[in-house]
């Protein structure tokens, strides 16, 4: 595996590989990588000639009261589960080369972008669609790959490689979970003992609300509200939200019809830790 840490090199080397006919798989993440983002190597290797993997803990998507200086990083760890995986390309690099002094141009979404985690993180998807684009010129992939596990991260994704014409083919893998139903995130390090126990609460209410679909519920406000009453029941949970959108718009709706595709949402912090979750159900 070649460590790149120049973007102007990264650049060259893939419109190099481009130019000689290869198909390049994109995996942008933060680091402290875990069985998640390694789906997601697992599926750009299988369905590209080179893979290009991304650490790179993005300041802008992070608001100023939230854990970027915190933000766990374990470099030595990550290399070598990329190496292991076969990962051609880590491209690695530092803050001040993605952001110069005098940079001043970000791309922001203008809808999906503001609602739900939006509303909760203002500043976030800005952050995110900016540093995304900016990779994806920088490295110039046919297919990149994301995980459902940040559902509305895709569908900000998938408007802006739609509505400003990269030539990215979008992939979203299935979200991977510990064995009792947890999430993996790389903030799950940040709980202790107990809230470890008490994040379960995320894919239970979760499994609450799909059951009370199941059982014939249809009205999105009682999902919702019973659920948040789930969510409220740990001593260390504080949620935010739990709701049921429009799976390919992200539009709320008041009453769930058949036939029809829906996320479940969760977001709740434990402790001191924010964790969102999240299931597709159709009626
Ligand atoms: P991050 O490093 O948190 O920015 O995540 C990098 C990528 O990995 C994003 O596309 C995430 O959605 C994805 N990802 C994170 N956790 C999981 C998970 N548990 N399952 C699948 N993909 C994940």
Redesign the pocket.
């Known amino acids: 595996m070649k460590i790149v840490t120049n973007p102007r090199e990264m650049q060259n080397i893939s419109r190099s590989l481009i130019v000689g006919g290869k198909t390049i798989g994109f995996?942008?993440?933060?680091?402290?990588l875990?069985?998640?983002?390694l789906?997601?190597v697992k599926a750009s290797r299988a369905e590209n000639d080179f893979t290009v993997v991304s650490i790179f803990v993005n300041p802008t998507q992070f608001a100023p009261n939230e854990d970027f200086s915190k933000y766990p990083r374990d470099m030595e760890k990550d290399e070598k589960l990329l190496v292991e995986e076969g990962v051609d390309y880590l491209f690695y690099p530092s803050a001040t080369d993605i952001y110069p002094s005098g940079f001043e141009t970000y791309v922001e979404q203008e809808k999906i972008a503001h609602t739900f985690e939006g509303e909760f993180r203002p500043t976030h998807f800005r952050g995110v669609t900016t540093i995304v684009s900016i990779l994806f010129n920088i490295v110039q992939p046919t297919k990149a790959?994301?995980?459902?596990?940040?559902a509305q991260?895709?569908a900000v994704l998938s408007r802006m490689v739609k509505d400003l014409w990269f030539p990215v083919e979008m992939v979203v893998?299935?979200?991977?979970?510990e064995e009792d139903g947890l999430?993996?995130?790389?903030r799950n390090v940040y709980l202790n003992k107990m809230e470890r126990q008490e994040a379960l609460i995320l894919s239970k209410t979760i499994e609450f609300a799909k059951n009370l679909i199941r059982e014939g519920e249809r009205d999105t406000n009682t999902i919702s509200t019973l659920a948040m009453e789930n969510l409220e029941k740990p001593v260390s949970a504080k949620p935010d939200y739990f709701l049921v959108v429009k799976y390919d718009s992200f539009e709320s709706v008041e009453k769930l019809e058949p036939g029809e595709k829906y996320f479940l949402l969760a977001a709740c912090s434990i402790g001191k830790t924010r964790l969102i979750d999240n299931a597709i159900i159709t009626v």
């Open positions: 995996v942008p993440t933060m680091g402290y875990h069985a998640g983002h789906s997601l790959y994301f995980g459902q596990k940040d991260q895709c893998c299935p979200i991977v979970r999430a993996l995130s790389s």
